[in-house]
């Protein structure tokens, strides 16, 4: 499988945690913001392989696939061998109103 990541949901990766960051600066360090990021990006990659197709729970992904990991949603479109990840939401951020 070859995997894309568009610009939206890797910003939505990013932002999340960074503002985590900023919120906790005292006890959130900035090593453990980079390790939450790149589990982030890993389970990207585990999206048909570990990671079940579902169908989308918030409307705004209405035409796209869901997958999810215990912290992440992801929506994506498969194009032949290609998963394009369009959308990430942090899993305490599930909720349609989210952008």
């Not at 992904?61 to 215990?70: E, I, K, L, V």
């Not at 959308?87 to 109103?97: G, I, L, P, W």
């Amino acid at each position: 499988m070859n995997y894309v990541i568009r610009k939206r949901c890797a910003q939505k990766i990013t932002t999340f945690y960074r503002n985590v960051s900023k919120k906790y600066k005292h006890t959130y360090s900035l090593d453990l913001m980079e390790k939450n990021i790149n589990d982030a990006f890993d389970a990207i990659y585990q999206i048909e392989n570990t990671l079940q197709r579902r169908k989308p729970t918030l409307s705004r992904w209405s035409g796209y696939y869901m997958a999810n990991t215990d912290k992440w949603y992801f929506a994506y479109t498969i194009n032949g061998n290609t998963v394009t990840v369009v959308d990430a939401c942090h899993a305490q951020n599930m909720r349609d109103s989210c952008d």
